[in-house]
């Protein structure tokens, strides 16, 4: 198996395998910006981008957006890293990385899905004042952003309003 953030991309053409939007929150804040998209490129060394850039301050807690068990937590040529096997979504299982972290757990903790895995570390990734977040299905990168269902992506879930005219419900006795 690769190590955290090694791995092959998907060939141009080949469907991505399905992922399921098992993710509860985003990693880092409540809705962060996307600073740089998930980008795939054409062979496993091209350019590209393999995961997205999420806004966050030096400090910030990243959270593990579903539950699993860390797989990693350590450095990685100078940086925090924490890798999270998602759990019950497939063989192989997914699995997050993130990046730069100040790591606060270890290798075979289970993690609930928005418990702390550490704070964004200041330097160390190829973007400032952001967290690097990855997906991969074995050694395939897949784009982090599918986890998250849909009313994460759109800021939140439906709410229901009155309907104008139409009386509410008496209350039950």
Known sequence: ????????????????????????????????????????????????????????????????????????????????????????????????TYEPVAVSVKKGDEVAAGEVLGTVEPTGSHCTGCLHWGLLRGDVYLDPLSVLPPWLLSGGPSVLLPVLGVPEPAPRA
């Open 1 to 96: 198996m690769a190590g955290p953030g090694v791995g092959r991309l998907l060939e141009p053409g080949v469907p991505e395998p399905g992922v399921p939007a098992v993710a509860r929150g985003w990693p880092v804040g409540d809705r962060p910006t996307v600073l740089r998209g998930w980008e795939p490129p054409a062979n496993p060394y091209g350019p590209g981008h393999r995961g997205v850039d999420l806004a966050a301050q030096a400090g910030a807690p990243v959270r593990a957006v579903a539950a699993g068990t860390v797989s990693f937590a350590g450095r990685v040529a100078g940086r925090g890293v924490v890798s999270v096997e998602l759990a019950a979504t497939g063989d192989p299982p997914l699995r997050t």
